[in-house]
């Protein structure tokens, strides 16, 4: 009787944990790329293959808000000229990338408005790397590090 009386007790108790654990859903299992994303970005460099044409100290700032809106802004310190874009941007957490829907654009090689760029991400700590596929018969990636400002 005490070994049934032990088991039974056992057993409750086992039934009660359970029952009072949170699911496994509930769970966090980390901030979503996107929200590790949102917030103020500070340009550290720009590169293009092996140049710079931002020169060796551009300044920017990128902003991403958590309902997908962005603005960039980019002041030369070389050859290349300004830049500044908003727009929509949406996240692939699975691919590690972003895609950026240009509304607007100013400076550059051209405008850019209308036109989508997807960019692969990599975010370690409050850096973050952006990079354009490597393009068939371009000058090289495009690599933009990023500095987590706020």
């Not at 550290?44 to 802004?73: C, K, N, W």
């Not at 990338?97 to 990599?122: C, E, P, W, Y």
């Amino acid at each position: 009787m005490k070994v049934t009386a032990q088991r039974i007790g056992t057993c409750v108790l086992l039934l009660l944990g359970l029952t009072l654990a949170p699911p496994l859903s509930a769970q966090s299992a980390g901030p979503s790329l996107k929200q590790q994303l949102i917030g103020h970005w500070q340009l550290v460099s720009v590169t293009v293959g092996e140049r710079t044409p931002y020169g060796a100290a551009p300044q920017g700032s990128m902003f991403l808000d958590a309902d997908g809106h962005l603005s960039v802004i980019v002041i030369s310190d070389g050859d290349a000229r300004n830049i500044s874009y908003f727009g929509t941007y949406t996240v692939d957490d699975a691919a590690k990338s972003m895609t950026i829907h240009v509304d607007a654009s100013s400076g550059g090689s051209g405008n850019a408005g209308g036109r989508s760029f997807k960019r692969l991400l990599q975010l370690q700590g409050n850096e973050l790397v952006m990079a354009n596929e490597a393009p068939v018969g371009a000058p090289g990636v495009i690599k933009q590090t990023w500095k987590q400002a706020n």
